[in-house]
């Protein structure tokens, strides 16, 4: 499955770096996409392994928050 987040407060590559592989590790996530210029995250998931909850959970422990 994949899903688009609008993510605010990322202002550099850094920050999408930062992201992306906090993003990676998670057990269940494929494959993530990040764009500190668009300001969204796409991340290609399997839904029996990890909810989009849990990923909007670790987007806000990296500091950044999911508008929509």
Do not use: W
């Amino acid at each position: 499955m994949k899903k688009e987040f609008t993510v605010s407060g990322m202002r550099c590559t850094g920050c999408e770096t930062l992201l992306k592989e906090a993003l990676q590790e998670l057990e269940g996530v494929d494959a993530v996409s990040v764009s500190h210029a668009g300001g969204s995250v796409a991340v290609e998931y399997d839904p029996e392994l990890i909810s989009p909850e849990a990923i909007v959970a670790v987007i806000g422990e990296q500091g950044f928050r999911v508008v929509s």
